[in-house]
Each structure stands twice: as structure tokens, then as C-alpha cells.
């Protein structure tokens, strides 16, 4: 390699959330940084991957051209750290994106900080959480904010404009997803700060809702929702249509009741073990929450679709949110008959030790007076509040503009929700894609 202006040092080989913080590094430092050239340098167990990054690499060769070497790394740290020193010295300024990097190779990067000042450690923020199956740029901006810093410290100024990324590496079908990927896609490239500091704000006619919202704004929205034209002539209970909708998408926390009347979030248990959950949760919005063990019984599948024949509108949204959730989650076999009957006779194996969570109050009694109950932490859920988070409440925004796209499509309404950055005119019109 000649020369080069800028260059990004790109390690891949951390072990959890490998592809999503791989992804987005790949693409965020892309539009932020600009490269002349990449180095990456993946681990064994990234393999499986580099495939994905190759394809994503030549399509954003589209928009700007660069290069690219490819290094796969063992355990010879000498020869890795040889390896950066050939390309940092070949290079007038290096951006170093440990946010997929192994801790090993985020300390040997980290170390390089003395040794010129035109070189940069960088760690993308990533709000996981309700975005924790997506990665940019099929995440707001917002929501991956950089750590950029030298021997001087934190760099906080970027001016330059970002640069409009192409549709990219998104290998589904689910209407749901493709839906929701490509409408923030098409945010982002309305937006050209490198760094927002503002949320999404979703519109409909004269009805707005932001993402500071609470109960009550939320309360309002659906209320102008319903006079709607096409809902308000068409839907028979648009109010519980809207309460429906409003849960699907994840705006409500979610809290389990874990005995003694204590009532914690959800999040919380979801990291303590295996959670097997009842249909219901889906209907709360399960899909927004970030859990690596989580399994969806076969039953749940079953019951969904079942509702799915009867109810075109909210149940075929259930349905495609249902799908996603088995590509995401794991699977516990179960018989096809209802979940409050056929859970508790599931493998014991698998229900050993996990949290089995409803939160139907009659399930929850009968698991819990069941020999399954000796085995496995039964555990009754409910909806409280808005969720805290800022990153939570834009993808309940984003999700509800999903959903209300697919309502209005059926409703053959002429009218489309808007996903917007707030305080702007920057907005996208969502149109629900067929997968």
C-alpha cells in the first residue's frame, strides 16, 4: 500500500454481540472518518463474519472508493503489533475502532496513543437494548455516538457532513424488519450531523409524538390517531386497536413480580438465566428487550398464528413480530396446544433453573401450584410506565410508524405515518415493505 491519508484499524474479535459491533463500526467509521484504507484484523472465530463485512465493503466501495487489507490474527502478539506498525507508519492519521476487539487487542491499540499524535482510539457507544438485533445504519445515529481520543484526550468537534450510506448487508425477509431497517436507513441519509444530539419525533396529519414522551402524551396520541380519517371510518375499537399497537411496540417497562410483592424490570432477570416466556409477552413487546436467553415455546408460534387467521390487522403484525423474535431468540419444542397446558410438560432439562414468565395471572397460578414450579422460577409479569430510556422510547416511535404504516395500507388509506429527527422537517414517510 502507497501512502494513505486516513486509515481505520478495524480489530474483530470480541466474543459477544460480534456482528452488530462490527457492523456498525464498519459503517460509522466509514461515514464519519472518510478512509483511504482498512485494516482488519479478525480472529478465528470471526469467520463466519468477514463474509458479511466483505459484501458490506463493496457496496459502500460505491459511494467512496478505499482499500482494504485483511489480517487474520492468532495468538502471535508480536507479529499482530508488527503488523499495526507497518500500517500506521504508512499512514498521515489512524483511526483505531476497538468496539469490536477483544480486550487483548483493545490494550495493544490503546498503547499505540503515545507514540504519534495523529492517532486515534475510537469506541462506538452503542445503545443496545431495544436496538440490540439491529446495527447501523439501521440504527439512529443517535444512538451511536463516538469515543474519539488521543494523547490529548476526548475529541468532541466533528464538522464535516457524513456521507450517505447505501442499502446494505440486510439478509431478511420479515416485512417487519425490512420495514423498520429501511426507513431509519433513509433518516440517517436525510441527516448529515456526524454527531446528533437530538431523537426521532413521529407524525401523523396533526397528531406528534416526540421522544420525551409520557403516559399521558402517549395517551394523547393515540386519541388523535383514532379521529383519523380511514381508522375512525373503518376500525370498530380503534382505541383498543391503539392500546394494542402501543404495547407491541415496546413503549411500556415491563416489571416481574419476584416474591414478597418486590416488583423488578424485566432486564434485569433476563440477564440472570434462561427465560422462557409466555405468549402474552409478545403482545408486551418481548423483541425490544436485550436477552441472549431467551426462549420462545413452539406453542407461542402456534397460538400466534392461530389469532393471525382470525385478525388480518393487529394479528398479522403480531405474527411478523413473532417471526422475527425466532430468529433472534432460542426455541423450546413444545406440544401444539395452549401454552398455560403444555409448557409445564416441556423438556424438564431445559425448564430447570429458568425464569418461566407470564403475565396471565391464571397461568401463573397454575404453573405455580405444578410440579413444574419445583424445577423452574415462575414468575408473573406486567406493564407499569413508559420505558426511561431515550434509545427505548425511538425504537417504540420507529416501531409504532412501522405499524401504523401496515394499518393504514390495509385500511387502503391514502395517508402514511412520518418518522422525523425532532424540531425538524427532516422526516421519511414509512411505507410498510412486503418481505
Not at 484504507?37 to 458479511?52: D, G, I, K, N, T
Not at 475510537?122 to 494523547?151: I, K, M
Not at 439478509?171 to 424488519?177: F, I
Not at 426455541?331 to 398455560?340: A, G, K, M, N, V
Request: with cysteine; net charge neutral; aromatic share 10%.
Amino acid at each position: 500500500m502507497s501512502g494513505k491519508k486516513v486509515c481505520v484499524i478495524l480489530p474483530i474479535s470480541r466474543s459477544d454481540f460480534l456482528l452488530e459491533a462490527t457492523m456498525s463500526s464498519l459503517v460509522r467509521s466509514f461515514e464519519l472518518f472518510k478512509p483511504d484504507h482498512y485494516l482488519l484484523m479478525f480472529s478465528p472465530h470471526a469467520e463466519w463474519v468477514m463474509e458479511r463485512v466483505r459484501k458490506t465493503l463493496n457496496e459502500l466501495k460505491k459511494a467512496r472508493d478505499f482499500t482494504v487489507r485483511e489480517e487474520r490474527t492468532a495468538y502471535d502478539i508480536k507479529a499482530t503489533e508488527k503488523t499495526i506498525d507497518e500500517e500506521i507508519s504508512r499512514c498521515e492519521v489512524v483511526y483505531s475502532v476497538v468496539t469490536p476487539a477483544s480486550n487483548v487487542m483493545t490494550i495493544l491499540l490503546t498503547r499505540k496513543l503515545l507514540q504519534r499524535p495523529n492517532y486515534y482510539v475510537v469506541n462506538f457507544l452503542f445503545s443496545f437494548g431495544s436496538w440490540h438485533n439491529f446495527y447501523y445504519p439501521y440504527v439512529p445515529r443517535t444512538a451511536e455516538e463516538p469515543l474519539v481520543f488521543n494523547s490529548q484526550g476526548v475529541i468532541n468537534s466533528w464538522k464535516d457532513p457524513t456521507i450517505p450510506i447505501p442499502m446494505i448487508g440486510l439478509e431478511t425477509n420479515n416485512s417487519y424488519v425490512r420495514t423498520l431497517s429501511e426507513t431509519v436507513l433513509k433518516l440517517n441519509n436525510l441527516n448529515r450531523d456526524p454527531v446528533p444530539n437530538y431523537w426521532l419525533e413521529l407524525r401523523l396529519n396533526e397528531c406528534r409524538l416526540n421522544s420525551d414522551f409520557n403516559d399521558g402524551a402517549l395517551r394523547s396520541f393515540t386519541m388523535c390517531l383514532e379521529q383519523v380519517g380511514a381508522i375512525a371510518a373503518n376500525v370498530s375499537n380503534p382505541e383498543e386497536l391503539f392500546n394494542n399497537l402501543v404495547n407491541l411496540a415496546g413503549t411500556k417497562e415491563i416489571k416481574v413480580n419476584q416474591g414478597n410483592n418486590q416488583e423488578v424490570e424485566l432486564s434485569r432477570v433476563l440477564t440472570q438465566g434462561r427465560a422462557i416466556v409466555d405468549t402474552n409477552l409478545v403482545y408486551y413487546g418481548i423483541h425490544t428487550y436485550e436477552a441472549n436467553n431467551l426462549l420462545l415455546p413452539h406453542c407461542v408460534l402456534n397460538e400466534i398464528i392461530l389469532k393471525a387467521t382470525d385478525d388480518k390487522l393487529f394479528g398479522h403484525l403480531v405474527l411478523q413480530v413473532a417471526l422475527h423474535l425466532r430468529e433472534t431468540s432460542g426455541y423450546l419444542p413444545t406440544e401444539f396446544q395452549q401454552c398455560d397446558v403444555v409448557v409445564p410438560r416441556a423438556d424438564p432439562y431445559i425448564l430447570d433453573g429458568a425464569y418461566l414468565i407470564t403475565a396471565d395471572k391464571l397461568a401463573y397460578e397454575l404453573w405455580s401450584s405444578s410440579p413444574v414450579s419445583k424445577i423452574a422460577r415462575v414468575t408473573l409479569a406486567g406493564l407499569r410506565g413508559v420505558k426511561g430510556r431515550k434509545s427505548d422510547r425511538a425504537m417504540a416511535l420507529a416501531n409504532l410508524g412501522v405499524f401504523l404504516s401496515y394499518v393504514l395500507e390495509k385500511l387502503s388509506a391514502e395517508e402514511r405515518p412520518e418518522l422525523c429527527w425532532e424540531k425538524s422537517n427532516n422526516c421519511v414517510k414509512v411505507r410498510w415493505v412486503q418481505g
